[in-house]
């Protein structure tokens, strides 16, 4: 999963890992409060002992409380 402050995901970009696979929301920590932010994710699956990811997902505008 990554965040941004930019739609095009150039700016200000984090990375989380959620590992839980019915994880509906993971909390990320050090975001500014009030701010609007764009997240995109994609999966993964372990073939052998490589990760194999998908595409992204089309990012999504959400504000922080």
Do not use: E, P
């Not at 965040?3 to 200000?12: E, L, Q």
């Amino acid at each position: 999963m990554q965040v941004a402050t930019d739609k095009k995901f150039k700016k200000n970009k984090k990375s989380i890992l959620v590992k839980k696979q019915k994880t509906t929301s993971a909390k990320i920590k050090k975001l500014k409060s009030k701010k609007k932010y764009y997240v995109r994710v994609r999966t993964y699956k372990v073939v052998g002992r490589k990760k194999v990811y998908s595409s992204w997902i089309n990012g999504k505008a959400t504000k922080t409380k």
